[in-house]
């Protein structure tokens, strides 16, 4: 059981890595920020990454808890 919790970690690993590289905006403006004071409001496929990133994180510490825990 502890082999498939390691597989599943790292395929949800890969997945918020994609995840999160896939909301960087070109010119500098998403990973690191732009330097810009106004707070821009998340709308269409941008929130539903947004969602998603915090779904995936959320399932990687379940699964981490349970490889601990019965791995």
Same mark, same amino acid.
């Not at 500098?28 to 990973?31: A, D, H, P, S, V």
């Given at each position: 059981m502890g082999t498939y919790l390691n597989i599943i970690q790292i395929l949800v690993s890969?997945?918020?890595l994609v995840v999160?590289? &896939?909301q960087v905006k070109e010119g %500098?403006? %998403?990973?690191f920020? &732009?330097?810009q004071s106004s707070i821009k409001t998340r709308r269409g496929l941008e929130k539903t990454l947004f969602q998603f990133t915090i779904f995936l994180v959320g399932l990687f510490l379940l699964v981490s808890i349970v490889s601990v825990r019965f791995g």
């Open positions: 890969l997945m918020i999160i590289l &896939s %500098g403006g %998403g990973l920020g &732009s330097g």
